[in-house]
């Protein structure tokens, strides 16, 4: 027998993947159930409703982010060379691109942010402000340790994620240039790297 656990988790799983399907509206509780294999009101006696379904989505989507990505607080290890830089933003890139559970709440996000200024907030926290945030803790730290040339953190740290998050987004609507993003990223990170390491 499955434990309450399994099935909150199993819940969640088939909301996130219907939301990014179909749209926060597009969806009722008696789907989200019967995708779970459940009757419709027994997904009650997991959650209140469909509203704290996807709160509960994001609270988890948010640590599984902050884990497996980083975040403001959580950068991560700091590069130690501009070649490290280049090598842990690609990694993190990739995890964007073709991680289920981020592409699957980037779409949500950006399906959603229109109705409502909650998503709107979290779709600007999580497509900008977190990731500037982090950047900008790890340049000023490769800037103290004098690998990178001086410069104000966080406008480099905006500089460096608009240009990888409008190219990820480029990728959402259009899969099949992934690997013209990808070459482009790659020739931004080292033109950046170039332009900011310091030489001895």
């Known amino acids: ?11 969640l799983d088939s909301a996130l993947t219907l939301f990014a399907e179909k749209g926060y509206d597009g969806v009722g509780v ?7 294999g459940l009757k419709g009101p027994s ?20 640590n ?17 060379s501009m070649e ?15 991680d289920d559970v981020i592409r699957k709440t980037r779409r949500i996000l950006t399906m959603e942010q ?3 200024e909650r998503i709107a907030r979290l779709a600007t926290r999580y497509n900008l402000e977190n990731i500037q945030g982090m950047y900008c803790k790890i340049f000023q730290e490769m800037m103290d340790a004098g690998m990178m040339r001086r ?17 990820i987004q480029m990728c959402d609507r259009e899969p ?6 990808m070459e482009r990223i790659r020739e931004y990170l080292h033109h950046f790297a170039d332009e900011y390491a310091i030489r001895l």
């Open 84 to 98: 490290e830089l280049i090598d842990i933003s690609l990694k993190r890139i990739q995890f964007s691109l073709h």
């Open 176 to 181: 099949e240039r992934e690997q013209e993003a």
């Open 151 to 167: 410069d104000d953190p966080t406008l480099l740290s905006l500089s460096f994620v608009a240009p990888i998050t409008l190219l």
């Open 43 to 62: 997904l009650y006696k997991h959650f209140k409703g469909k509203e704290e379904i996807l709160d509960t989505l994001i609270s988890r989507v948010e």
């Open 64 to 80: 599984y982010y902050e884990v497996n990505f980083g975040s403001e607080m959580h950068p991560g290890k700091i590069p130690s």
């Open 1 to 11: 027998m499955e434990n309450r656990t399994a099935t909150k988790e199993r819940i």
């Open 30 to 36: 008696d789907f989200i159930a019967e995708k779970s």
């Open 114 to 116: 229109f109705r409502s």
